[in-house]
């Protein structure tokens, strides 16, 4: 399977998971509504977890970020024409993640009339708006995710059908310890992609989509990833 398609597939059920938990628990009458930051936590874990197992089986590296990607880029191990193909295929995917989850839970968005409760199963915004520690805030948890993503997926700690868990577990972390301040997008297409689904789709009473803080969980986490990438270069 090419490296566009399975970075869609993965892509769309991060996405399908991770944005379908936080619907469950911020839209009106769900099952799942008031679930807390925990749920959604574990239900992002369980995202990643989903997507990763399912597309390291299509026999390529797994990206599902850009954030990762562009680490790939700075070790050399890919070029720039691959690395197009990997974020192309997870903004696709991300996208038609986006759009699944309007799909599923249309009937609650059409009654939730809380236009920053239906931005936030689209995309991230922060809890305290400043946007030099917002930049700040997403800069470091990034480098966290990907300075200890490198440090797992080494062909010493390859734990087979089982190398998913460790990376669910690192993002489980990340979002329980430092995910609080700006809803942890640490992922360029995952916050990029479906900020563009809400602003297209014919969603009642959705707001703006907040383009002002756009850039941010853009710009951060790519700065983020080098930012990691360089410590790695440090400290091996």
């Known amino acids: 399977m090419s490296i566009f398609l399975s970075e869609t597939i993965g892509t769309c059920l991060l996405i399908l998971f991770g944005n379908g938990v936080v619907a469950n628990v911020v839209l009106k009458a769900t099952k799942g509504n008031n679930g807390g930051w925990v749920v959604i936590t574990l239900g992002?874990?369980?995202?990643?977890?989903?997507?990763?197992?399912?597309?390291?089986?299509?026999?390529?590296?797994?990206?599902?970020?850009?954030?990762?990607?562009?680490?790939?880029?700075?070790?050399?191990?890919?070029?720039?024409?691959?690395?197009?193909?990997?974020?192309?295929?997870?903004?696709?995917?991300?996208?038609?993640?986006?759009?699944?989850?309007?799909?599923?839970?249309?009937?609650?968005?059409?009654?939730?009339?809380?236009?920053?409760?239906?931005?936030?199963?689209?995309?991230?915004?922060?809890?305290?708006?400043?946007?030099?520690?917002?930049?700040?805030?997403?800069?470091?948890?990034?480098?966290?995710?990907?300075?200890?993503?490198?440090?797992?997926?080494?062909?010493?700690?390859?734990?087979?059908?089982?190398?998913?868990l460790p990376v669910a577990l690192l993002v489980l972390g990340i979002g329980l310890c430092l995910g609080g301040a700006t809803g942890y997008a640490v992922n360029p297409a995952r916050d990029f992609a479906p900020r563009v689904a809400h602003a297209l789709l014919p969603i009642k009473n959705k707001g703006n989509s907040n383009w002002q803080y756009a850039w941010i969980p853009i710009v951060a986490p790519i700065l983020g990833a080098l930012l990691a990438v360089g410590l790695k270069n440090l400290v091996q």
């Open 44 to 164: 992002w874990a369980m995202a990643v977890y989903v997507a990763v197992f399912v597309t390291q089986n299509f026999g390529n590296a797994v990206h599902l970020n850009p954030v990762f990607t562009v680490a790939n880029v700075a070790m050399g191990k890919i070029g720039l024409q691959e690395a197009c193909m990997f974020i192309a295929g997870q903004l696709l995917g991300a996208f038609v993640g986006a759009c699944l989850v309007w799909l599923i839970h249309k009937p609650h968005i059409d009654i939730t009339e809380d236009a920053g409760a239906i931005e936030a199963m689209f995309c991230t915004a922060p809890a305290i708006k400043n946007p030099l520690y917002n930049f700040i805030s997403e800069l470091l948890v990034t480098a966290a995710l990907v300075f200890a993503a490198l440090h797992i997926a080494v062909a010493e700690n390859n734990m087979g059908s089982l190398q998913a």
